[in-house]
């Protein structure tokens, strides 16, 4: 199909959704279940995507799914490359029926294609680098997941890297892109001889959860209670735009999660 059938914008696109009245039965994989206050969830959403908004992108608000706990953390329902959109199937099937609004959005924008049930995939697994996809293998993201992206994504001239990653939920939450060549990490979850390329940038060790970053323009948005390892950004030279995000992480998620942004 011809690309010039889709939309297109001169700014990045960043898909959002409200944070959903059951978020309190959310999935948890790591983490102990502690209370989330609903309305501050909701008021730290809203200030994200603000951020979102004020670093360049356009704000696509997708349809609010009250009966889906985690709904809020879209990035795990699909993977978007330039060429095309590829809706995942998610490890935890509580999330696959956040999966379809997800897609009819993203059509409007790119080819959409559907992963089998044969494997597992969410899209906090998936950190692309160029032409360089880097997909975290552990509890929500297995071989046949990963086996089946690669099918889709190496015949547009992707490689697909399996990365083994250790105690983090997902990829992203071991370690994002600050752009400039910089990986941001948590050493004791993730290898840097598997991004020997990159130059590491380490988080702060009392802060493990502190390498979910979103790199935007000449700006990177990081959660504002990180505050030792935004001195090491900071440090290397980058603009830190901090944000709020406490409440959400009592679900496991991250800032990556709560958006799916494409150019």
Not at 226 to 255: C, D, W, Y
Request: overall charge negative; some cysteine.
């Amino acid at each position: 199909m011809a690309r010039d059938h889709f939309l297109e914008t001169a700014m990045p696109i960043a898909f959002v959704r409200t944070v959903s009245e059951s978020i309190h039965n959310c999935e948890l994989t790591h983490m102990d279940q502690e209370t989330i206050d609903l309305d501050h969830a909701r008021s730290q959403h809203a200030t994200y995507v603000d951020a979102l908004r004020l670093l360049g992108c356009e704000i696509q608000q997708l349809p609010q799914l009250d009966h889906q706990p985690d709904a809020v953390f879209v990035e795990d329902t699909a993977v978007v490359v330039p060429e095309l959109a590829i809706l995942t199937n998610p490890g935890a099937a509580s999330r696959r029926g956040e999966v379809d609004t997800v897609g009819e959005a993203l059509a409007e924008f790119r080819p959409v294609v559907r992963l089998t049930n044969d494997g597992n995939l969410e899209g906090g697994d998936v950190l692309r680098i160029e032409n360089q996809v880097h997909v975290g293998c552990a509890s929500r993201t297995n071989e046949a997941g990963i086996l089946e992206l690669r099918s889709h994504l190496e015949p547009l001239g992707y490689d697909v890297i399996t990365i083994r990653h250790g105690e983090a939920l997902h990829l992203k939450t071991a370690c994002t892109y600050l752009g400039d060549g910089v990986l941001l990490l948590n050493r004791n979850w993730v290898d840097i001889e598997d991004f020997d390329e990159l130059e590491p940038l380490e988080c702060h060790p009392d802060e493990p959860f502190a390498c979910n970053a979103i790199r935007l323009g000449d700006s990177v948005l990081f959660p504002e209670e990180f505050i030792q390892t935004r001195k090491r950004i900071e440090a290397r030279g980058f603009n830190v735009h901090p944000v709020p995000a406490s409440e959400l992480a009592k679900a496991e998620g991250g800032l990556t999660c709560s958006s799916i942004i494409i150019d």
